[in-house]
C-alpha cells in the first residue's frame, strides 16, 4: 500500500499520540530519596505545590509499577547498586530524574564516597539541579519532561529502551 | 581571663591522673576550658578505666571517639586517638587522648568492655583510619562497604580515589553544564 515508504501511518502516530498523552498524564514516580532533597520531593508532592496536578502524585513504593525514577539526594558508591538494581527492575518505559544537584553531578562532595552523577550509573532524563532545587524547578522540570514524552514515540510494546536525553543505552 | 596555668595540676582530672599514672601522662593542655591529657597507649585502657569508675570524676558519658591522622602536620606518632568524655556528676567534659606507636600498623585497647558505647566509634575510627582495636568484639568496617581497598580518611589517601561497585558508564556528552544556569 506504499504505508512503509513514507514513515509512520497516520494510525500509527494517532497511536503514538494517544500512548504519549496517556503516559504523560499518569507518571508513576519511585521516590528513591537519601538525602536532604527528600524534604523538597515531599513539599512538592503536597499540597501546595502539589505534583497531582500533573497526574505523577501517586508514589510506587515498588520499582515494578513505576515508571518514573526519582532520584532524590546523593547517591554514594555503597549505595549505587542498588539503585541500578531498582532500575533494572523498571519496566518500560521508564523515565529517571535526576533531582537535585549531587544526582546531577555528585554536587560538593566530591570524594571518596559519592557517585559522581548519577548518570555513571544508569541513564538519565532529566536533570534538575539546586541544592536544593525549589519546587519550581520541579514543577519547571516535570513539565519538560511531559514535552519529551509527547515529543518521542511510543509504541504498545517497548522492547528497547529509547533514551530520551540520557546518553549510552548499558542495558 | 588569664589562661590557666600550663602544668594543670590545680585541675582535679588532671591531679588524679597524675597521681595514678604518673610518667605516663605524656601531655597534657588546656584551652577555654577544654581539658585535655595525652596518655601512653599501654596505660589508655587503665585510664579510662579510671575516669569511668571514679566516684569523683564519673565520668559516664562517652561524647565522642574519633581519631587524628597526623601525617601532613609531621608529627610522630602519626596516629592519636582521641576520647571525649562528659561526666555528669559533675557537669564537666574531659579529653583523653593516645597515640599509638606504629604508624604501619596502629594498634590500641579497645575499651568496649568498660564503656559499650565505643563499640561503634571504634569500628569507624577503624573503618576510616586502620587502627585496630585490640579486643574488639566485632571489629569490622561500619560505613564503607567490605569490598573498599584502605582507609579513606587516611591522609595518604588519594583523594580522587573511587572504588565503584557497578561499572562506571562513561558521563553522557549531552550532559548539560548544570552550573551555566
Same mark, same amino acid.
Given at each position: 500500500?506504499?504505508?512503509?515508504?513514507?514513515?509512520?501511518?497516520?494510525?500509527?502516530?494517532?497511536?503514538?499520540?494517544?500512548?504519549?498523552?496517556?503516559?504523560?498524564?499518569?507518571?508513576?514516580?519511585?521516590?528513591?530519596?537519601?538525602? !536532604?532533597?527528600?524534604? %523538597?520531593?515531599?513539599?512538592?508532592?503536597? *499540597?501546595?505545590?502539589?505534583?497531582?496536578?500533573?497526574?505523577?502524585?501517586?508514589?510506587?513504593?515498588?520499582?515494578?509499577? *513505576?515508571?518514573?525514577?526519582?532520584?532524590?539526594?546523593?547517591?554514594?558508591?555503597?549505595?549505587?547498586?542498588?539503585?541500578?538494581?531498582?532500575?533494572? /527492575?523498571? !519496566?518500560?518505559?521508564?523515565?529517571?530524574?535526576?533531582?537535585?544537584? !549531587?544526582?546531577?553531578?555528585?554536587?560538593?562532595?566530591?570524594?571518596?564516597?559519592?557517585? /559522581?552523577?548519577?548518570?555513571?550509573?544508569?541513564?538519565?532524563?532529566?536533570?534538575?539541579?539546586?541544592?536544593?532545587?525549589?519546587?519550581?524547578?520541579?514543577?519547571?522540570?516535570?513539565?519538560?519532561? /511531559?514535552?519529551?514524552?509527547? %515529543?518521542?514515540?511510543?509504541?504498545?510494546?517497548?522492547?528497547?529502551?529509547?533514551?530520551?536525553?540520557?546518553?549510552?543505552?548499558?542495558? | @581571663?588569664? #589562661?590557666?596555668? =600550663?602544668?594543670?595540676?590545680?585541675?582535679?582530672?588532671?591531679?588524679?591522673? +597524675?597521681?595514678?599514672?604518673?610518667?605516663?601522662?605524656? #601531655?597534657?593542655?588546656?584551652?577555654?576550658? $577544654?581539658?585535655?591529657?595525652?596518655?601512653?597507649?599501654?596505660?589508655?585502657?587503665?585510664?579510662?578505666?579510671?575516669?569511668?569508675?571514679?566516684?569523683?570524676?564519673?565520668?559516664?558519658?562517652? =561524647?565522642?571517639? =574519633?581519631?587524628? $591522622?597526623?601525617?601532613?602536620?609531621?608529627?610522630?606518632?602519626?596516629?592519636?586517638?582521641?576520647?571525649?568524655?562528659?561526666?555528669?556528676?559533675?557537669?564537666?567534659?574531659?579529653?583523653?587522648?593516645?597515640?599509638?606507636?606504629?604508624?604501619?600498623?596502629?594498634?590500641? $585497647?579497645?575499651?568496649?568492655?568498660?564503656?559499650?558505647?565505643?563499640?561503634?566509634?571504634?569500628?569507624?575510627?577503624?573503618? @576510616?583510619?586502620?587502627?585496630?582495636?585490640?579486643?574488639?568484639?566485632?571489629?569490622?568496617?561500619?560505613? @564503607?562497604?567490605? #569490598?573498599?581497598?584502605?582507609?579513606?580518611?587516611?591522609?595518604?589517601?588519594?583523594?580522587?580515589?573511587?572504588?565503584?561497585?557497578?561499572? @562506571?558508564? #562513561?558521563?553522557?556528552?549531552? +550532559?548539560?553544564?548544570?552550573?551555566?544556569?
Amino acid at each position: 500500500m506504499g504505508v512503509d515508504s513514507q514513515g509512520p501511518g497516520f494510525f500509527t502516530s494517532r497511536l503514538s499520540d494517544g500512548i504519549a498523552w496517556a503516559r504523560k498524564w499518569s507518571l508513576f514516580p519511585y521516590p528513591f530519596v537519601t538525602a !536532604c532533597c527528600g524534604m %523538597e520531593y515531599m513539599s512538592v508532592a503536597s *499540597a501546595h505545590y502539589d505534583l497531582d496536578r500533573f497526574g505523577a502524585a501517586w508514589p510506587r513504593f515498588t520499582p515494578r509499577q *513505576a515508571d518514573m525514577l526519582l532520584v532524590v539526594g546523593t547517591i554514594s558508591h555503597k549505595m549505587a547498586p542498588v539503585l541500578k538494581r531498582v532500575y533494572d /527492575q523498571m !519496566c518500560e518505559p521508564k523515565w529517571v530524574v535526576a533531582f537535585g544537584v !549531587c544526582t546531577c553531578t555528585g554536587g560538593f562532595y566530591d570524594n571518596y564516597a559519592t557517585v /559522581q552523577g548519577i548518570d555513571r550509573v544508569i541513564p538519565v532524563d532529566l536533570y534538575i539541579p539546586g541544592c536544593p532545587p525549589r519546587p519550581e524547578t520541579v514543577l519547571d522540570g516535570l513539565m519538560k519532561l /511531559q514535552q519529551r514524552i509527547t %515529543e518521542s514515540h511510543h509504541t504498545l510494546r517497548e522492547d528497547v529502551r529509547k533514551p530520551v536525553v540520557g546518553g549510552v543505552n548499558t542495558t | @581571663m588569664t #589562661e590557666p596555668a =600550663t602544668t594543670l595540676d590545680d585541675n582535679p582530672v588532671i591531679a588524679r591522673l +597524675r597521681e595514678a599514672f604518673g610518667d605516663a601522662i605524656v #601531655e597534657t593542655h588546656a584551652h577555654r576550658g $577544654d581539658v585535655t591529657a595525652v596518655i601512653a597507649p599501654d596505660r589508655y585502657k587503665e585510664a579510662i578505666r579510671l575516669l569511668k569508675t571514679d566516684a569523683e570524676l564519673a565520668f559516664d558519658f562517652l =561524647t565522642d571517639l =574519633t581519631a587524628v $591522622d597526623r601525617l601532613k602536620l609531621k608529627k610522630k606518632p602519626r596516629f592519636e586517638v582521641v576520647v571525649h568524655l562528659y561526666s555528669r556528676k559533675n557537669n564537666s567534659r574531659f579529653r583523653l587522648k593516645t597515640r599509638p606507636a606504629n604508624d604501619r600498623e596502629p594498634e590500641v $585497647d579497645s575499651i568496649v568492655d568498660i564503656i559499650a558505647g565505643a563499640n561503634w566509634p571504634e569500628r569507624e575510627v577503624f573503618d @576510616m583510619f586502620g587502627i585496630t582495636f585490640t579486643g574488639h568484639p566485632n571489629l569490622k568496617r561500619i560505613l @564503607m562497604y567490605e #569490598e573498599f581497598v584502605g582507609h579513606p580518611l587516611r591522609k595518604d589517601y588519594p583523594v580522587n580515589k573511587r572504588q565503584p561497585l557497578v561499572p @562506571m558508564r #562513561e558521563i553522557p556528552e549531552d +550532559r548539560p553544564n548544570i552550573y551555566s544556569f
